[in-house]
């Protein structure tokens, strides 16, 4: 008979009796059971007991320990944790671990978890002769720190699928992303997420994983029409546990063929409206969880504030377009409009004036002398006639350049600023840099206009003493420097006030650029003058340039 049957002497010789000590035992409320070294239960106190059932101390006593905590015929090789028992006999030390141990709770298998701790008795030689096994119920905290993992998986999810869905404005890809992360986290291969077609006036699939090709392509449903079409009409989720026999469920054949059984189907829903639908899919049947919808319900709200981004976003891009074209359009006529009227003042005003000028100077040499007034009046006017010409031929310059036509770029932008800088006492610092080349016509034009707004608030506003004007030609871009010494001002302040000359032509700079899609950046400082910067992308190289 074991030595626990005989009663225990404390220090003081006094002998404990075995049922003074069997009453200390059964106090205790964590489990208790000694065990020998056939892994048989020798002892077990009230918890135990309670444990199973109330069963009696008979029912326990001489049984595998490992067949009364894990109903096994053999040791138990937990995969996360060793065997205490096993570890004090081999080393002759305590040992403590977590056991996730199975019972029956009124005939349904009740999972627990168990922190055990093994402790040793031994004899005066110190030889091990028995095990006390002391087992504390640990479910409600392992059960609490499983859902926080779970929670924080959960979370860590939701981050990566926003992190995603922010990145980017690509819908394929963003679709794609989210839709692995789901499964991933679901545990499952096999789902698609579908959008609305405007064309075939259903929901049809837009990306998709686990599923063939065959039977993406045929399957499209219509408001209210199966699982996906009642999920999107109701805007509530549907769960399927067998498709097999669920009379809700459309194209079953389909279905059948891809061996597709569960499946949960919850609805993209963004601003109150219905997106599409997100389906996770199973090949055997399943009870999906109120986590699970939970789960798939906050994922499908980050998925469809993916699709209504990038469906504004294409809005957007579709406006911005329009109105580039509607900006090409319109600069195109002013230069067209510019052309003809250039064209006209030099057909008809330039003649004309051209012809009032030889005519007075015919009429002034036919004067008689003697009529010194008259003579002078008469030069005095050919000197004015003269004067308006060389101010339409400028016009006319400014208007369209035949230099811009003729010679390119390069000329054309070193004759307006010797003509409307050099000639007000500003000293231009004009250089090129790179193979000068000759560019696409309104591309050559675009340049020149944004010089020419540039030159013009410089001679009108900035009052300085000196400017510099540089073309830097690069492979596969153009850039524009136009600095000067002059009075800065508020950059942000004139662009905003439209009404203003210098902020109507700061932003017509910018929108010319940008029609070409490049860079317009401008700097200004009230005392330290102002500096523009122009990069623009060239595609094409005009022949013979």
């Known amino acids: 008979m074991p030595a626990i049957r ?48 109330s069963v009696k101390r008979k029912d326990v006593i001489g049984k595998y320990c490992y067949d009364v905590a894990h109903g096994l015929s053999e040791v ?13 006999w081999e080393t002759g030390k305590p040992a403590r671990v977590t056991h996730a ?22 004899d005066a030689r110190g030889s091990v002769t028995l095990i006390v096994e002391l087992m504390r119920d640990v479910t409600e905290a392992k ?34 992303s989210a839709l692995t992360k789901t499964l991933e986290i679901m545990n499952r291969n096999t789902g698609g997420i579908l959008l609305w077609d405007e064309e075939k006036r259903a929901l049809c699939y837009r990306v998709h994983h686990g599923l063939s090709p065959g039977y993406v392509q045929s399957v499209c449903y219509l408001p209210g029409e199966g699982i996906a079409g009642r999920v999107a009409a109701s805007g509530k989720p549907i769960l399927v546990e067998d498709a097999s026999n669920d009379p809700r469920v459309a194209y079953a054949d389909l279905m059948d063929s891809e061996g597709l059984k569960a499946f949960a189907s919850v609805p993209l829903r963004a601003k109150g409206k219905i997106l599409g639908v997100l389906n996770i899919a199973s090949h055997s049947p399943r009870r999906f969880s109120r986590e699970d919808i939970q789960l798939l319900e906050g994922i499908a709200a980050q998925v469809a504030i993916a699709v209504e981004n990038a469906r504004l976003h294409r809005e957007v891009q579709h406006k911005d377009e329009i109105r580039g074209e509607l900006l090409r359009e319109i600069f ?14 030099h057909d008809e005003t330039a003649q004309s004036l051209a012809s009032l000028a030889a005519s007075l100077e015919a009429v002034t040499s036919m004067v008689p002398a ?27 310059y400014e208007l369209r350049p035949s230099l811009l036509d003729d010679l390119g770029l390069v000329a054309a932008v070193r004759w307006l600023a010797d003509n409307n800088l050099g000639s ?60 000067d010494d002059g009075a800065g001002f508020d950059v942000e302040e004139a662009i ?50």
């Open 101 to 122: 141990h199975v019972y029956d709770a009124h005939g349904e298998p009740r999972q627990r978890y168990l922190d055990i701790i093994a402790t040793p008795i031994k």
């Open 332 to 345: 195109s006529i002013q230069e067209e409009e510019r052309k003809r009227i250039a064209r006209e003042l």
């Open 424 to 483: 007000t006492g500003v000293a231009v610092n004009f250089r090129t840099a790179g193979r000068a080349r000759r560019l696409p016509p309104k591309l050559e034009t675009t340049l020149f206009r944004v010089v020419q707004e540039a030159i013009n608030n410089i001679a009108r506003h900035a009052g300085a003493k000196n400017a510099e004007i540089a073309l830097t030609f690069r492979k596969g871009s153009i850039e524009v420097r136009i600095k």
């Open 143 to 176: 059960e609490s720190e499983l859902k926080m993992t779970e929670a924080h998986h959960n979370l860590l999810t939701f981050n990566a699928i926003s992190t995603t869905v922010s990145q980017s404005l690509d819908l394929d890809m963003v679709l794609s």
């Open 76 to 88: 138990c090789h937990p995969h996360d944790s060793g065997c205490p028992i096993r570890t004090v």
């Open 6 to 53: 005989k009663g225990i002497t404390t220090p003081g010789n006094k002998r404990l009796s075995a049922s003074y000590l069997q009453e200390i035992i059964n106090s205790l409320e964590d489990e208790m059971l000694v065990i020998d070294k056939d892994y048989r239960i020798v002892e077990a106190n009230t918890a135990v007991l309670k444990r199973h059932g």
């Open 496 to 545: 905003s006030s439209r009404d203003r000359p210098r902020g109507l032509g700061l932003l017509g700079m910018r929108e010319r650029v940008e029609i070409f899609n490049g860079s317009f950046n401008i700097r200004s400082n009230l005392k330290g003058g102002t500096e523009i910067n122009v990069k623009i992308p060239v595609k094409i190289e005009v022949a013979g340039g």
């Open 370 to 396: 003697g009529k010194t007034m008259l003579k002078t009046q008469l030069n005095r006017l050919q000197k004015l006639s003269i004067s308006a010409l060389d101010e339409i031929h400028k016009l006319i």
